[in-house]
């Protein structure tokens, strides 16, 4: 029998006239990472406020190891951890003082609290850094000791609020390896991001939200078979050429193309693989030259793009966690 860590019924969030999450039904096995997707303003955010009990819910219901969120809130904090988008810890401190002082606010004694902080700086590749200020910490290592401090007491739940949103790829790899760091150890992690990457790589089941709705949910895997067709991928010689190219593809496929972090590429639906030569036909036709074109499974991107009918990208900003 699964064991859920959260599971809610028809959740409902409005502020005033504004309906932020409109019925969100999650069921969230212990010991995964679940994530939740979609841009800013979907309501994910809100849909994890009311879950780690930071505001109630206007209607429905939702429960975290079995305890009610409204009305065994206490019992609900006592099982989380909560790192929001912002970094908690404080600069002027060092690593290892952070982690002691935390650990020492939590109950610990003086040199427990110590021999954990080593043992999490340890965990989370900052034992070079554990005596340096914090402030003099790059992005990548404040997001893993702010992560490292919401675990000084082990959690059972771990709510994780775009963890690794303003970093860099190198920075976010490195909070990665923390989070994956804290599911080898038996915690559930509930992440919340924008970026498809990250949930492709770090969720074991997603769930997409937008517009305060749970619009599909599944494993990566599911929800990119659930497009039923696959991506073709182009890369132009010329980026100057990129939008003209866009327009012959999405005339070709007569499907959006989305733009690729890679300023000369481009990525679009493929419904019928016969397109995918009629489109290489079309560029040599426009003089457009083609460094490289390939055929695969759709990305996390494009299957947003397919059940939304737009990108996961930040539109109306929510509160954040912090």
Same mark, same amino acid.
Request: charged share 25%; proline share 4%.
């Given at each position: 029998?699964?064991?859920?860590?959260?599971?809610?019924?028809?959740?409902?969030?409005?502020?005033?006239?504004?309906?932020?999450?409109?019925?969100?039904?999650?069921?969230?096995?212990?010991?995964?990472?679940?994530?939740?997707?979609?841009?800013?303003? /979907?309501?994910?955010?809100?849909?994890?406020?009311?879950?780690?009990?930071?505001?109630?819910?206007?209607?429905?219901?939702?429960?975290?190891?079995?305890? #009610?969120?409204?009305?065994?809130?206490?019992?609900?904090?006592?099982?989380?951890?909560?790192?929001?988008?912002?970094?908690?810890?404080?600069?002027?401190?060092?690593?290892?003082?952070?982690?002691?002082?935390?650990?020492?606010?939590?109950?610990?004694?003086?040199?427990?609290?110590?021999?954990?902080?080593?043992?999490?700086?340890?965990?989370?590749?900052?034992?070079?850094?554990? #005596?340096?200020?914090?402030?003099?910490?790059?992005?990548?290592?404040?997001?893993?000791?702010?992560?490292?401090?919401?675990?000084?007491?082990?959690?059972?739940?771990?709510?994780? #609020?775009?963890?690794?949103?303003?970093?860099?790829?190198?920075?976010?790899? *490195?909070?990665?390896?923390?989070?994956?760091?804290?599911?080898?150890?038996?915690?559930?992690?509930?992440?919340?991001? *924008?970026?498809?990457?990250?949930?492709?790589?770090?969720?074991?089941?997603?769930?997409?939200?937008?517009?305060?709705?749970?619009? %599909?949910?599944?494993?990566?895997?599911?929800?990119? *078979?659930?497009?039923?067709?696959?991506?073709?991928?182009?890369?132009?010689?010329?980026?100057?050429?990129?939008?003209? /190219?866009?327009?012959?593809?999405?005339?070709?496929?007569? *499907?959006?193309?989305?733009?690729?972090? #890679?300023?000369?590429?481009?990525? %679009?639906?493929?419904?019928?693989?016969?397109?995918?030569?009629?489109?290489?036909?079309?560029?040599?036709?426009?003089?457009?030259?083609?460094?490289?074109?390939?055929?695969?499974?759709?990305?996390?991107?494009?299957?947003?793009?397919?059940?939304?009918?737009?990108?996961?990208?930040?539109?109306?900003?929510?509160?954040?966690?912090?």
């Amino acid at each position: 029998m699964t064991t859920y860590a959260i599971l809610t019924e028809d959740l409902r969030k409005t502020f005033g006239g504004t309906v932020a999450v409109d019925g969100v039904d999650l069921a969230v096995p212990a010991g995964t990472v679940y994530g939740v997707l979609g841009p800013n303003g /979907a309501g994910k955010t809100t849909t994890m406020r009311m879950l780690a009990t930071l505001v109630r819910p206007t209607s429905g219901r939702a429960r975290v190891f079995g305890h #009610d969120v409204a009305a065994e809130a206490d019992a609900v904090r006592a099982r989380i951890s909560l790192t929001g988008q912002y970094a908690s810890v404080d600069g002027e401190l060092t690593g290892a003082q952070n982690l002691t002082l935390m650990g020492r606010l939590l109950g610990h004694r003086h040199r427990a609290a110590v021999r954990r902080a080593r043992e999490l700086l340890t965990v989370f590749g900052l034992e070079e850094a554990a #005596d340096r200020q914090v402030k003099r910490y790059s992005g990548g290592m404040r997001r893993r000791l702010d992560i490292a401090a919401g675990i000084v007491v082990t959690p059972a739940l771990v709510f994780l #609020d775009e963890p690794t949103t303003g970093l860099d790829p190198r920075s976010r790899g *490195q909070v990665w390896d923390a989070v994956r760091a804290l599911t080898d150890g038996g915690t559930t992690v509930l992440l919340t991001t *924008q970026y498809l990457e990250e949930a492709d790589r770090l969720a074991d089941r997603l769930a997409v939200i937008d517009r305060g709705r749970v619009i %599909a949910t599944g494993t990566p895997a599911e929800l990119k *078979q659930s497009v039923g067709a696959g991506a073709l991928r182009v890369r132009v010689q010329d980026a100057d050429r990129r939008d003209e /190219a866009e327009r012959i593809l999405a005339d070709v496929l007569a *499907q959006p193309v989305h733009h690729d972090d #890679d300023p000369a590429a481009l990525s %679009a639906r493929l419904v019928d693989p016969d397109r995918a030569g009629a489109a290489l036909r079309a560029f040599t036709h426009a003089g457009i030259e083609v460094s490289a074109l390939s055929v695969g499974q759709p990305s996390l991107d494009e299957v947003f793009l397919a059940l939304t009918g737009h990108h996961a990208r930040p539109d109306t900003a929510e509160e954040p966690l912090s």
